[in-house]
């Protein structure tokens, strides 16, 4: 059973636009919602983070949307850049923090210049 | 600091070989943790502590074991390797998970093992 699905596997942008990467989840006991970006041959670093008591988290050109009532939530990379190309992927946690987390399939990310 | 650190980089083992996969953190961290990951399959939590001496199964701990003697060092044991071990290896850390705060996990740099 997939606890957080992940969508789409692969995303092609052209330079200056927006990137979206979309995430579902089952479980409502989750309350930690991190972002993760990998470059190839790199473990993954931690992005962007939001807990279910806010709407939005901006970070630069990174923003978290999260949609508590339809268990959603959402990456949006504004003026994405050729050095944004990396596969990126969802999770979830229910134990406060960065526990136990729960990742998604993940999505690579190609910015064309 | 160094942060996280995994030895060795590339393993290659037979089938029903064994070996250890290092990973230690300077950072004193409290929770340590291990992955693995896949093409097409996300991180799967294998084996995690929240201390020395504490040790959990997550996601996919079948065929792994762990043990956590320092807060420093998280090694991971495949006791008799099969195919279907062949990954990528991530361990990570963080300070203890607190609902007041968001701890980042910090993630070494993997090592990509096959068994042949």
């Known amino acids: 059973q997939q606890q957080v699905k992940q969508s789409p596997q692969s995303l092609i942008v052209q330079k200056g636009g927006i990137s979206i990467i979309n995430c579902a989840y089952e479980?409502?006991?989750?309350?930690?919602f991190p972002w993760y970006q990998q470059f190839p041959g790199k473990g993954p670093a931690l992005l962007i983070a939001i807990r279910p008591d806010v709407s939005e988290k901006k970070e630069g050109r990174f923003t978290i949307s999260f949609n508590k009532s339809a268990k959603q939530f959402s990456l949006h990379i504004m003026d994405s850049q050729p050095g944004d190309s990396a596969t990126y992927f969802c999770a979830a946690s229910n134990q406060g923090g960065s526990e136990k987390l729960v990742f998604g399939k993940g999505t690579k990310l190609t910015v064309n210049p | 600091n160094a942060g996280v650190t995994q030895t060795p980089k590339f393993q290659v083992l037979k089938t029903g070989q064994s070996m250890t996969l290092q990973c230690a953190q300077d950072m004193n961290h409290e929770y340590m943790s291990w992955y693995r990951q896949d093409p097409g399959m996300g991180l799967r939590l294998i084996h995690y502590s929240v201390g020395a001496g504490i040790t959990d199964q997550g996601e996919v701990p079948n065929g792994y074991n762990v043990s956590r003697s320092t807060t420093e060092d998280f090694p991971l044991r495949l006791l008799s390797a099969a195919p279907s071990q062949t990954s990528v290896y991530f361990c990570?850390?963080?300070?203890?998970?607190?609902?007041?705060?968001?701890?980042?996990?910090?993630f070494g740099p993997g090592t990509r093992l096959t068994v042949t």
């Open positions: 990570a850390s963080s300070l203890y998970p607190s609902r007041d705060g968001d701890y980042e996990q910090y």
């Open positions: 479980n409502t006991a989750f309350d930690y």
